[in-house]
């Protein structure tokens, strides 16, 4: 955006003056526009939008300052070039001095505050600054600053840096400057706060570009108006830095209204947002009529209230998220509560489900949904205004790629323009779908971990099954829910999952006693007792056929709604509708009827009859059947996982037949992986898997089929059953597993079952005595298997290491044993910096199990010394790769044991006294750091100062 002169003041302007202007005149658009772009680039919240812009201003950094939604606030200092010079009068060491100025002013409780060097020239030395810095903040906090440095030219910044920040803290610099006299102490908090942004603001460069194209199709009603807009926010920018000025969104808007420029504004999108008003209003009454947020039995009905849904709008108000959970658990329940709670407090609420517009694109839904203006413009108007909240029902009921893509952009469109996005999709189909990871962020203890599910690293709200307390209330309200319950206890964990007491809820309304339900004892049975109620026996077949091509044609076109091939007699049409499997979906306001389209009623009902009549008669051909081109496996895996726990509770055998047969034909690990889930989670005891172990074990051509299921198997494990097993302490036979299959020496066995060690390891404050103790075994199995490879040290000997110092207490003996031979001379000097690292990190479990051990750490650590600078990886990203040496590595277990040594003291004060001895002792004898005083010594000053507490509480005492 360039300008040539002041309007104020009229004289021509220096080269630094106009890329200042140039910058004021770009965030000046940015207000405009309303776009939460300016927040991310300086670790802003994302949905950070800027406000207001000052000019000149009496701060430190007084170029510009433009403050943000959630009291953010960007100080920038601008120049179109500059050397990183270390001369005390040099540029850069004026910048540092303003930005080091602003730091020191207190700053508004709550505000965020971000110092920039904006410049506009490609600039080599500052395009390295800004990596290294941003390398910097990613660090731990108190972490030099060279290790941020990875190569020559960052160690030379670092240096430089380091340097130049003393140099203006020393005495005769701050002669000139004497406010400078906490530089150093503040370097860190100052370098975290300093950002470097390239501005490319030339006639035909890209931040100019872009700026302008998102002004004509995003602001401008007359696209033809551009040049008017820029020619104008140039010469306001020129007037703001000449007078000192400020401006906000309303103050800019007006600005260009009053020279004759016509903006979108909300009269404008009136029409898209009643449309779409309506279109919400309409899909919440239809879902509510199908009974999503209720349960009825007979002429009572009972509203479905979850405590999770409280949460939801207190995060509602801030924050984008997804609801998350298994199929069948009432997520849908909650999005419709959520909703009318939102619409009923006045906020403006965008509700839909996915299937009900399953387009591939973006702009296909806005047409569908007959949307006037482009959603790039709806959300910007939408979030200039009182904001929206876009909240789009069961994305797993998609079934479609292309579709979800849209989807997904669509909701990273909303985000970026400042919209809050909820929506709602199962675990399994979250948990292999990347991009809603990178659209869902978790932000850090922003959601309550009470609804949480750890395994997800996106911003979520976990749905699981109802707990006591809901379950209670529910039976409670209905009398004949408490009989049959009483009468068949069983079913009582059946439904906890709403999909499951819905069913039953409807059999007990249609007349079904006790007596009829009795033998259930899975949500397979009771749909299957569903099924039997439903489909009369003189109707069977036919209903049967009717439903079976209904589905081969839904798989054939990979679509969840449909308009039958087939031609159904009145009768059977109203046969089909009676049993509540199958309905028509609800039509868009202003459109006809959708008559001819077929839907089933619930996602988990599709499913169901899709394993029954689509995928169980094709069990015996299912390996050809899932490596075809067109394979329906991904489309229907819901459907191959009801499969896989239909076989394994009916027919054990097939099941292990259809899993070896998958193996064989090579099919993928997608669409394998249903049946390893169910192995998983329906295994209740070792002798559950002995055809599995029989396979790995034995010597003929399917071995290593059976080893590859044994480790999809113990992966699916890891995610689904292990932590809730462990957490109720019935997965002691995982862990036997684990260390009797390490025990054969088989490597691949050896390195499959190690998730199982680290499963155990996370949960261990849950876990009994007895899985203690075999985790212990497990573990000691493993590290021996290491070291009888020969295999170089690397990463994988610290979780048998970790658990072994763990569970140290289960075994004593054996683990001392180990864990002497970890501190021996030369195993120090082979592993050291590796194996120490986790010996050290848990010494309070080894000295409450036996002190004279931990004092012989101490002795160990410190009497070895390694002086090796030989390479070793931080972090195993061969992309973002962190490294330190052998000598770090070493040094930082000895940090620890320093910073752990005061609590030894006071808990075993002479096996630590010993130890301080034996440490006192190794010093003089190595004679190194000889101008050191012992006193000065890190671990013989906390001992000392731990000593004088003591006395002092003695003496109160």
Not at 357 to 373: A, D, G, V
Not at 716 to 740: C, H, M, N, V
Request: with cysteine.
């Amino acid at each position: 955006m360039t300008s040539k002169k002041s309007t104020a003041g009229g004289s021509a302007m220096s080269l630094g003056a106009r890329f200042q202007a140039r910058v004021s005149a770009w965030y000046c658009a940015r207000i405009l526009l309303q776009t939460p772009v300016i927040g991310q680039e300086f670790d802003l919240p994302a949905t950070s939008i800027a406000e207001r812009i000052y000019c000149e201003t009496k701060d430190s950094i007084d170029d510009l300052r433009v403050e943000l939604t959630g009291n953010g606030k960007i100080y920038g200092q601008c120049k179109t070039s500059m050397s990183l010079s270390t001369n005390t009068n040099s540029q850069w060491a004026s910048v540092l001095i303003q930005f080091y100025k602003e730091l020191e002013k207190t700053p508004i409780s709550g505000v965020e505050r971000r110092f920039v060097l904006f410049y506009e020239n490609t600039n080599g030395k500052l395009e390295e600054l800004n990596s290294f810095l941003k390398r910097y903040r990613q660090l731990p906090p108190r972490s030099a600053l060279s290790d941020a440095a990875h190569n020559t030219a960052e160690e030379k910044i670092s240096k430089d840096l380091d340097n130049l920040l003393q140099t203006l803290h020393s005495e005769d610099a701050q002669k000139n400057n004497p406010d400078l006299q906490n530089l150093v102490n503040s370097k860190e908090v100052l370098l975290r706060h300093t950002y470097i942004k390239q501005l490319r603001l030339g006639e035909n460069e890209s931040d100019y570009l872009g700026v302008v194209d998102a002004l004509q199709y995003g602001l401008l009603t007359n696209s033809d108006q551009i040049l008017q807009v820029i020619q104008s926010l140039k010469t306001l920018a020129d007037d703001l830095q000449a007078e000192r000025g400020s401006q906000d969104r309303l103050a800019l808007r007006q600005r260009l209204q009053g020279e004759g420029v016509t903006l979108q504004d909300s009269h404008n999108y009136r029409l898209d947002f009643e449309c779409l008003q309506e279109y919400s209003a309409t899909e919440l009454k239809y879902q509510e009529s199908q009974g999503r947020a209720k349960l009825i039995i007979g002429g009572k009905q009972l509203p479905i209230t979850r405590p999770v849904v409280e949460v939801m709008l207190e995060a509602a108000k801030t924050q984008s998220f997804l609801v998350v959970g298994g199929a069948g658990t009432g997520k849908t329940g909650c999005l419709l509560t959520l909703a009318n709670r939102l619409r009923d407090s006045g906020e403006r609420v965008w509700y839909w489900a996915a299937d009900s517009s399953p387009y591939y694109s973006p702009q296909e839904i806005q047409t569908y949904l007959n949307l006037q203006h482009s959603w790039m413009g709806l959300f910007a108007e939408a979030a200039s205004g009182t904001g929206a909240t876009l909240i789009v029902d069961g994305l797993d009921g998609l079934r479609d790629t292309r579709a979800m893509n849209a989807y997904q952009k669509l909701f990273s469109l909303a985000i970026q323009r400042g919209i809050k996005v909820i929506a709602s999709i199962r675990y399994f189909d979250l948990k292999y779908s990347t991009n809603l990871t990178e659209i869902f962020p978790a932000v850090p203890e922003s959601l309550s971990l009470d609804f949480r599910h750890k395994d997800l690293n996106v911003n979520h709200f976990y749905i699981s099954d109802l707990d006591n307390n809901e379950l209670n209330e529910v039976v409670n309200y209905f009398p004949e829910l408490h009989t049959v319950l009483i009468e068949i206890p069983q079913l009582r964990e059946v439904i906890r999952n709403l999909f499951s007491l819905d069913l039953l809820c409807k059999l007990i309304a249609e007349g079904n006693l006790a007596v009829q339900l009795s033998g259930i004892s899975t949500q397979a049975e009771l749909f299957e007792r569903y099924w039997e109620k439903r489909v009369k026996s003189q109707q069977r077949e036919e209903i049967t056929k009717a439903l079976e091509l209904l589905i081969e044609q839904m798989v054939s076109q990979q679509t969840l709604q449909i308009v039958p091939e087939q031609t159904w007699t009145t009768e059977l049409k109203e046969y089909l509708f009676s049993t509540e499997f199958i309905r028509h979906p609800h039509s868009l306001p202003g459109r006809l009827p959708q008559s001819e389209l077929i839907e089933f009623n619930h996602h988990l009902l599709f499913d169901y009859l899709a394993e029954r009549l689509f995928v169980r008669s094709r069990h015996k051909n299912l390996a050809n059947e899932l490596t075809r081109p067109d394979t329906w496996g991904l489309f229907l895996r819901p459907s191959l996982v009801l499969f896989h726990r239909y076989t394994w509770n009916q027919g054990r055998l097939d099941f292990w037949d259809t899993l070896i047969h998958l193996e064989r034909n090579s099919v993928s690990v997608l669409q394998k992986l249903p049946g390893y889930l169910v192995i998983a989670e329906e295994a209740i005891s070792r002798d559950n898997l002995q055809p599995l172990l029989d396979g790995t074990i034995r010597n003929d051509p399917d071995n290593k089929h059976w080893k590859q299921i044994i480790q999809g198997v113990i992966t699916a494990a890891q995610y689904s059953s292990l932590p809730r097993l462990f957490k109720s302490t019935s997965g002691d036979w995982w862990i036997e597993l684990a260390r009797d299959l390490i025990k054969t020496g088989n490597s691949q066995l050896v390195y499959v079952n190690q998730p199982i060690l680290f499963s155990a390891s996370n949960a261990l404050e849950t876990l009994s005595e007895p899985a203690k103790l075999l985790l212990n075994q497990a573990a000691t199995v493993l590290l021996q298997f290491y070291w009888s490879q020969g295999v170089p040290p690397s990463p994988f000997l610290r979780l048998p290491i970790e658990c072994i110092c763990r569970t140290i207490s289960s075994d004593i003996s054996a683990s001392s044993n180990i864990i002497r031979k970890i501190i021996s001379y030369d195993e120090l000097q082979r592993a050291g910096y590796i194996q120490i690292f986790e010996i050290v990190s848990h010494i309070e479990d080894i000295w409450k199990a036996d002190p004279v051990l931990a004092r012989e750490v101490y002795d160990a650590v410190f009497g070895y010394n390694e002086t090796s600078q030989s390479s070793t990886a931080m972090t195993p990203s061969q992309i973002f790769s962190l490294t330190s040496t052998r000598q770090q590595d070493y040094d930082l277990a000895r940090h620890i044991l320093t910073e752990k040594f005061p609590q030894f003291l006071s808990n075993h004060p002479t096996e630590a006294t010993r130890a301080l001895i034996r440490i006192i002792k190794h010093f003089y004898n190595r004679k190194e750091n000889e101008d050191l005083q012992l006193a000065k010594h890190p671990l013989v000053a906390k001992a000392r100062k731990r000593l004088e507490e003591q006395i002092l509480m003695d003496e109160d005492s």
